[in-house]
């Protein structure tokens, strides 16, 4: 940004020198402020093209006194904006900086980077309706342009800036953050990064995916890892022959020898809980509480467990078969 200063300097002096000659004696008819910006524009251009014509030639006849109204009139003016601008450059920095970095250390670093870039440009925005006050611009007509041209755009960008107001309302809200993994807008994937218009995810296969924000604010967004701790439940059916009671200390034995996994405390723990009489099965279930980044390879564990503790005690678990009678007429 510091190696496009003198770049925004010569251009701001440009825009400032042709500013200088415009003069707004008396507030415009909002009706015809077109008209009276095109007189304005045009008596600008004229008095100032006559005043360093005027000046060039008495300069040229050897009269250097010619210089001193152009000067305080055009010159001065001039340099004070650009110091106007430049001390609000700095001090919207450093406001920036003041209003960011509390809420990247205690929030989030999305979203203090976003509160950082919206007040320096708002710093800057009051600085430059400032200087253009100096030089007679009717804030009032700019500020209509100014609306004007925004409805126009907001017409043109009406998809870009729907996922804009849902990326603030994302990072408002936090309904996640960097590091969660979510479910929304039909994507299962952890969130790489959270920007105004997009959500960058990294799938479990290794995938990069930009979802538009406004695809998932719109709809349900499942936090999977909001939690620390997640339950495991398998679900198995075991034939109707096997002792429910026998079933329910096979099922408890599995359970307990992965008991390295489980995280205990009140609504923790494990269960196994008898669900209903299926078609071709007793159905169970065995919940087991763990650590939320453990979900996976637990439930990989407790579900060999489960198999080979009904497997020893010769408890079968039902499959579907189908049987064909053949005749002979």
């Excluded at 408002?172 to 994507?187: E, L, M």
């Amino acid at each position: 940004m510091k190696s496009n200063i003198p770049a925004m300097i010569a251009a701001l002096s440009l825009s400032l020198a042709f500013l200088a000659g415009t003069v707004v004696a008396q507030e415009s008819d909002p009706e015809s402020e077109e008209t009276v910006a095109e007189v304005e524009v045009s008596g600008a251009i004229e008095k100032a093209g006559a005043d360093v014509s005027g000046a060039a030639g008495k300069v040229m006849e050897g009269d250097l006194s010619a210089l001193v109204p152009l000067i305080q009139e055009y010159v001065i003016p001039v340099i004070t904006a650009l110091l106007i601008l430049i001390v609000a450059y700095f001090v919207g920095k450093c406001m920036a900086r003041a209003a960011r970095n509390p809420i990247e250390k205690r929030v989030d670093a999305t979203l203090g980077a976003f509160t950082g870039k919206l007040v320096f440009y708002a710093v800057m925005i009051f600085a430059l309706l400032g200087v253009l006050g100096m030089f007679g611009v009717s804030v009032a007509s700019f500020a209509a342009v100014v609306a004007a041209a925004g409805f126009a755009v907001g017409l043109a960008f009406q998809g870009t800036l729907s996922n804009f107001a849902a990326g603030v309302l994302l990072l408002v809200f936090r309904p996640y953050k960097v590091g969660d993994v979510i479910n929304a807008a039909g994507v299962t994937a952890k969130v790489i990064e959270i920007e105004l218009f997009t959500t960058v995810f990294d799938t479990f296969d290794n995938r990069r995916i930009i979802v538009p924000n406004s695809q998932i604010s719109g709809g349900m967004i499942e936090n999977v890892t909001y939690h620390t701790e997640r339950r495991v439940d398998v679900g198995v059916g075991v034939e109707y022959s096997a002792d429910i009671e026998k079933t329910r200390a096979t099922l408890t034995a599995a359970a307990e020898s992965i008991k390295e996994d489980l995280v205990e405390g009140e609504g923790r723990g494990y269960q196994v809980v008898l669900g209903d009489l299926g078609d071709s099965a007793v159905s169970w279930t065995v919940r087991f509480w763990t650590e939320a980044g453990n979900f996976f390879p637990v439930k990989e564990k407790l579900t060999t467990a489960v198999k080979n503790h009904l497997d020893a005690v010769g408890i079968g678990i039902p499959f579907p078969q189908m049987d064909v009678h053949v005749h002979k007429d």
